[in-house]
């Protein structure tokens, strides 16, 4: 079985995830600039979701780049991770309508660290039926950027009942390291790397 | 015809079944743990029914990997299909609303009921189609867990008058059925039986 | 240019304009049968309306089987279809919660008046592109099925003023006729007949 | 990477900007002809922002025909696009709910001013990938449409503050110009110019 149907699937998900989070912005009844502003947290909230969407969608669409053949386990695993993304728009409803609270504030960074488990779940799904001579192995190297990733993760978690402004300069960060294009796989798909 | 479009368009309506739901997720208004509680019984019942049209997509997927041409009939099974599974979203919703009454409970599954027969009756229209020598015919077998699921709904059905709980671990219980791999399809397809 | 993203975004929108509809079934603040009551008219409209857009795409499908290479006329005419039929949620709506009351009933059959025609000019786009010898002119023939759904539209529209109850049935008829599967592209496309 | 993916992602993602703008058509409470007033200037900026998403939609379809081999950089340059299109529907409903007031008529022409921005930078980053023989850039000339889309777009946001429905106008001119058929890709396209 080919990738397309897992890779259409997931687009339209993720297309969905990010253009639900635009119907919690709730029309303002009147038309002044002070209408507005109670939109402001829910406006950056929804920046910081987007971008993070883009970029599991950007990923996604390298990742299954080096996968040829789909098995049942990477079906499971895609759903598994679809379902965690699936609670971002929640979240991120829940914390621009709170200015940013402590619990809101965690909860948000609790569900980014669920959907970077199942991440890391799917890698290694793909990993074991690749093979020792894994093509996306080679390509992840260390996993830097994925591990750091986690740990930041649960900083920002914990800092959220402390500093909740320094939780969400730690989302923004994680969300910056990961804009930064990933050369590895750029690399390996020029040396043409495609394998089951 | 080729399968593409049924696909496409069937991939793009179960991606918006499972979103829909989370749209019921209503964004409380406080920020503290309390102000979560209400949401309990609507996430319980939405993971439940996101494993269901996730096991949908992953049959259909599976499914449609045995059909290379489209009748019309096919068209129509499918849409019937859809139909029940675009009733998923409103009983997901009134069950979790309702902290899974008996009436919720039982319409859940009768959905569930009429989605599954649905099913069985997009199953026949293909093997139909494909004659005597039907590839999918030969890889359903006897179709135990089809005809064991239809049988547990109904039990489902009429326990969730008498001990809605029980209705729920049968649906559960349904659910988990369907998440073990159906190698059925799998063996099927690797001996590289595609076929009208 | 080739057909595929043309069909990939109608069946988008199509897709989304079903699930819109449901998410006008409330849901109810009880559990009891009773609170299901105020339900019954939006899930007949809903019913019919299912119909009609699945009807719409199954055509859709059938008809861009006909065409091989998309110009810009046929790009703005789908998109002028696709206009119409996104107005069929809200007139759907109106319907079911007026309980088809007489305006609701006739602006309900002016949107799909209004899809007929935009239907028919994108087959008129598609004739005209192809040339005196159109595969899809050949098969359409007189197209009664188009010229008899425009009459009973019109006279359903009329009726809504006078017995509403009238203007379903005709709704309902029009979608039987359509319902029953057109075997004129279907005998087209066993001759191989794709063109342009 | 080709651009399959990028193109559904997009078609989703405009499918859906479009079909969210008809949620905010609320359901009228009465049947009555009167009840359907106060949608009338909604139902007007629909159609200004429907026609707008399906010319971004038309012309993204024409783009990506000029490009063979997606980048990192054209990813990123189209999810930022995708942002600023997803602002639409919100400034589509405030202005519709506030009949066309001041600020909502800048913040709209403001949105579409940054969606012109972003398609001009992804234009560009198309154009520098594709190297000094761009097609791209032979098939945009002097690009005279943009510039003078993105000069009305200014007017008309500064018009907002004084007359209102000029700027209405002027949103409904530059859609006019854009509607009228680019001939531009159609003939860089005849002459089957893809690279990249």
Known sequence: MGTN??????????????????????????????????????VL???????YVGIYWNNHHHLFHTVKHVSGAMLLANLHLLFWLSLIPFTTAWMGENHF??????????VLLMSASAWYLMQQTII??????????????????????A??????????????????ALYALVACIW???DRRFERLLQEGGQQD
């Open 151 to 168: 740990v930041l993760y649960l900083v920002a978690i914990a800092c959220a009942f402390l500093v909740p402004a320094v939780s969400g």
């Open 5 to 42: 149907r897992l890779e259409a699937f997931s687009d339209g998900m993720m297309a969905i995830f990010i253009t639900i989070m635009v119907l919690e912005f709730n029309v303002p009844e009147g038309s002044s600039a002070q209408s507005l502003l109670p939109l402001v947290p829910k």
């Open 179 to 181: 804009l930064i294009p």
């Open 101 to 110: 609270a402590p619990l809101p504030m965690a909860l948000y960074g609790a």
């Open 45 to 51: 909230s929804y920046v910081l979701s987007f971008i």
């Open 128 to 149: 074991r039926k690749q093979g020792p001579q894994s093509a996306l192995k080679k390509a992840l190297g260390k996993d830097l950027k994925g591990k750091l990733s």
